[in-house]
């Protein structure tokens, strides 16, 4: 074979420079997202629909949804994790994934938690995360991340990759943030639940992250300022990819 086909052939066989940047830029395209921010802004003005029983599967029943805490300024915890749910929305749209997110603004009601697993059921997403802040004892630091129990018939199917994406989203956050793990929730920074409505019913992987305690003082001095807010939102970003990747 010549030296001339050779060559021919190699540069077949090789991505052009336009495929790799596309690549390159598109690094999550063909990823489906959801993203979960908890509570609603109108929830605590509507106890009756939030309060509400649903099932959250295996008989078992929970509130439609809660109001969520805040912090002692009054930075509530809706509009944080709306806030940071549109920057982690950026950012991995940015990347090529697909985002879907279980609502729209922060003045509204609900979704109920039901619903909200059912919202990434239907879009057959590769991962969902629900974000949230935790009202902890004010003493108490830190982050957690919460996956679910083992429970036969609802979570069986989920619970390994859901474990597997805490553990990433775990490391991603922490280095992101330097945020401490908590001190007073679940270990070494993760937890295992078997109550929550949005992990039993999700049919694909999905974590719950509290990503500080709004009823520190520390802690919420930086959930309130919105350059910690975007490095928090890089974290689940780079958390979510690594997951992905696989």
């Known amino acids: 074979m010549t030296a001339l086909l050779l060559s021919a052939l190699a540069l077949a066989a090789s991505p052009s420079p336009a495929a790799e940047t596309h690549a390159s830029a598109a690094p999550l395209a063909g990823a489906k997202i959801t993203i979960d921010p908890g509570h609603n802004g109108g929830n605590a003005s509507h106890p009756a629909e939030i309060n509400r029983q649903v099932s959250i599967g295996g008989g078992e029943t929970k509130e439609c949804d809660t109001t969520g805490t805040a912090t002692a300024s009054g930075y509530p915890e809706s509009r944080f994790t709306f ?13 090529g994934a697909k985002v879907v997110m279980t609502r729209a603004n922060d003045h509204g009601v609900g979704p109920c938690i039901n619903r909200r697993a059912r919202i990434g059921n239907r879009s057959h ?23 679910p129990t083992k429970i036969d ?58 990503a500080g305690n709004m009823r520190n003082a520390t802690d919420a001095t930086k ?15 780079k958390g979510l990819a690594r997951f992905l990747r696989g």
Do not use: C, W
């Open 83 to 95: 806030e940071v749910a549109r920057a982690l929305k950026r950012k991995l749209k940015a990347r």
């Open 125 to 147: 997403s590769d991962a969902a995360i629900s974000i949230h802040a935790d009202g902890g004892p004010p003493g108490g630091r830190g982050f957690h991340v919460i996956y």
């Open 153 to 210: 018939g609802l979570t069986d199917d989920i619970y390994k990759p859901s474990r597997r994406l805490a553990r990433v989203v775990r490391s991603s956050y922490e280095r992101r943030t330097g945020m401490p793990r908590s001190t007073y929730a679940g270990s070494e920074g993760l937890d295992r639940r078997g109550d929550l409505g949005g992990l039993r019913l999700s049919n694909v992987p999905k974590v719950f992250i509290e």
């Open 223 to 237: 959930l309130e300022a919105q350059r910690f807010r975007n490095k928090i939102a890089r974290g689940l970003r």
